[in-house]
């Protein structure tokens, strides 16, 4: 009968054992020189299991009462976990490692680790960042099932098979690309808290062999030693920095006994310290402009620093304390449900728990009232009995300055409306050319929405999103706006910031076209009544003639006809209307378009667009929410006939009060 093959070589353990320095190096050495190889195995097994530091987030006595306390408080959250798991005992997986990916691609049996089973790129990289390893790991605590052990196993010594070695030569001859199907960086930076994560879940129990343990140890170090070659130990503006050097921690703090863990942990804890200063801004915003990436940091920051704190490092405590301004800069542009507003790469989605776990960890219980507790919060801090988020009503208005967002509300309640102003740096490849656009929401839902962001993967449909004439915003001729990204940019500004008790208004301008024929500027300014009525008025004027085009976007397919000026959603629970305030030579349009809510979703939406060429143009709008179907009595006109340059005022009467709005140029 054939010999089973091994799944881990004797060079591997040697080369293991070259890099640990634990307390029981001598006995597998010795091990090692008599051929012994289970006995290796069981040696080191046994180490790990008995070792009383350092500590993960919970130790394996903590694990059941943590499980417990889940499977009681947080059912759904177990059943998910449990659902995804056996999901991928079907060999169904995600297509994005995203909040709300479905588990729904399913992999061919001629299935490789290095290809992609889908056209969306993403699919790959979910795939080898394992995050579904630790759901498999959690099924196996909720249940008790072997099964999901065993699929583990059977997926770690394929992926370690299929992906072999780093590729070390490659780096230190300085051809490594990092974006590449073998070992490629940013999953790799991942996979050092996915591992971490799983094995700290599964180490302890009956199933996990010790020859599968060899294995795993001996990937970690090619995993840290990987990271250690490609991170600099001077932090940037990349989040793939964060994640390098949070994998890189991860090991180092958790396996004291590779030999190089000290040295590790000291470049990682300086990284991070260092993209921690780059990466948000001074009024607390992430640098990509992205609500998605901005708790993703905030986190990614958080939990190896909560790690370090665990085990004793107190060096890292002014570090945590650094991140309460970005949480509060997230808290306060959070729709009032708690949803994301769709800035730049976002999705319309709740932050899963990230916001209540900063929430605690940083003791600010008013952020916990617009988010949940997720059974990842209890596996990291344990039963939170005594959470929960305080009593709190945000301003109606709220100007970050650096990061050009500017909040108006009705009030906190879940039915009242806030619109999301941009006038703000791009953000890099997540941001998109959506100077001066805008994002309402109201009764539970995107009234007018950003484009989303689609899929990573270069097609027509991702370069639609990014760009301005897809935003509910002015554009010229069909093209983006140059890419403006420093926050004292000269080239966009935020003109007033006015919060009256009547009213707020905002005016900003920019000058991204004037790589264009005639150095066009564009502007905008917001009117709103602190209730449902907003007066938008554009403007564009340059010296030569240019296509002026203002767009809004209705998500879903029901916005009306375009009549008399008017369009409108047709919805029971909540709408919005848009009204042209006319002026001759421009035209009006209705479109069928899409959106993308979430990741790789494609959802129908209605394109308004308003369009006028001209060197010099104008176009004024009424938006107004309202509950139910019926639209409230409004009416709006301007007082006189508008003349460029000049002041511009129009009178509008809404619900039996009048208001003339008068605005003033900014040129």
């Excluded at 991140?323 to 542009?333: C, I, M, P």
Aim: with cysteine; net charge negative.
């Amino acid at each position: 009968m054939k010999e089973a093959e091994s799944i881990v070589t004797d060079k591997e353990r040697s080369e293991l054992l070259e890099n640990w320095t634990g307390g029981n190096a001598g006995e597998l050495a010795k091990f090692l020189k008599a051929g012994d190889s289970a006995g290796f195995d069981r040696s080191l097994l046994q180490h790990m299991r008995s070792r009383k530091a350092p500590r993960f987030f919970f130790t394996e006595k903590e694990i059941a009462g943590r499980a417990d306390w889940i499977r009681s408080r947080l059912p759904q959250g177990m059943k998910e976990v449990i659902e995804h798991a056996d999901a991928v005992m079907k060999h169904k997986f995600p297509h994005d490692d995203g909040y709300a990916s479905p588990y729904n691609v399913q992999l061919p049996e001629s299935f490789t680790w290095l290809a992609s089973p889908t056209s969306d790129p993403q699919t790959l990289c979910s795939l080898n960042r394992h995050r579904f390893w630790i759901e498999l790991a959690m099924a196996y605590r909720f249940t008790g099932e072997e099964r999901y052990i065993g699929e583990l196993e059977k997926q770690i010594v394929s992926w370690c098979k299929e992906q072999g070695r780093p590729p070390f030569d490659q780096i230190s001859e300085g051809k490594y690309q990092p974006r590449q199907p073998r070992w490629e960086l940013l999953d790799t930076a991942i996979r050092g808290d996915t591992w971490i994560w799983t094995y700290f879940l599964v180490c302890a129990t009956e199933p996990w062999t010790p020859e599968i343990n060899t294995l795993f140890l001996h990937r970690l170090i090619l995993h840290a030693m990987f990271l250690e070659k490609l991170t600099p130990s001077s932090g940037g503006g990349s989040n793939w920095l964060i994640m390098q050097a949070q994998g890189m921690l991860d090991i180092a703090l958790l396996f004291p006994e590779f030999k190089k863990s000290s040295a590790w942990e000291k470049h990682a804890l300086q990284c991070l310290g260092g993209c921690l200063n780059m990466q948000f801004r001074a009024d607390g915003m992430h640098c990509e402009q992205s609500m998605d990436y901005h708790i993703g940091c905030i986190c990614w920051f958080l939990e190896p620093f909560w790690l370090a704190k665990l085990n004793g490092r107190t060096s890292v405590e002014p570090e945590i304390k650094k991140l309460h301004q970005a949480a509060e800069a997230f808290y306060q542009l959070l729709h009032p449900d708690g949803t994301f507003p769709i800035l730049s790469d976002a999705d319309y989605v709740r932050s899963q728990g990230a916001l209540a776990a900063v929430s605690f960890a940083l003791d600010e219980p008013k952020w916990g009232r617009l988010d949940e507790i997720s059974q990842r919060d209890v596996w990291i801090f344990g039963p939170m009995d005594k959470f929960h988020g305080a009593d709190d009503v945000r301003p109606a208005a709220v100007g970050l300055k650096d990061s050009g967002y500017y909040v108006m509300r009705s009030g906190d309640g879940e039915d009242d409306c806030q619109l999301v102003f941009d006038c703000g740096p791009k953000g890099s490849w997540h941001g998109h050319s959506d100077l001066l656009s805008f994002e309402l929401y109201g009764f539970k839902r995107a009234l007018l929405c950003d484009p989303g962001r689609w899929m990573y993967d270069g097609s027509k449909e991702r370069d639609w999103v990014v760009g301005t004439p897809a935003h509910n915003t002015i554009s010229l001729d069909g093209v983006n706006h140059a890419d403006l990204e420093r926050t004292d940019d000269s080239r966009f500004k935020v003109d007033t910031w006015e919060v009256q008790d009547d009213h707020i208004l905002v005016s900003a301008h920019h000058s991204g076209y004037a790589g264009l024929s005639g150095s066009p500027t564009v502007g905008r300014t917001i009117w709103y009544d602190r209730k449902n009525t907003f007066v938008i008025l554009d403007w564009g004027t340059g010296q030569q003639e240019h296509d002026y085009t203002v767009s809004f976007t209705f998500p879903g397919k029901d916005a009306s006809v375009i009549r008399d000026g008017r369009i409108f959603s047709q919805r029971s629970d909540g709408n919005v209307l848009v009204q042209n305030l006319e002026l001759p030579g421009q035209s009006l349009l209705r479109n069928e378009s899409f959106w993308s809510p979430i990741y790789a979703e494609n959802e129908p939406a209605v394109r308004y667009t308003a369009s006028q060429k001209g060197k010099q143009v104008l176009f004024g709008h009424i938006v107004m929410t309202y509950g139910g179907k019926e639209s409230p009595a409004i009416s709006a006109c301007w007082d006189s006939p508008p003349i460029f340059g000049k002041a511009v005022k129009i009178k509008l009467l809404v619900g039996g009060k009048k208001h003339l709005i008068e605005f003033r140029p900014v040129q």
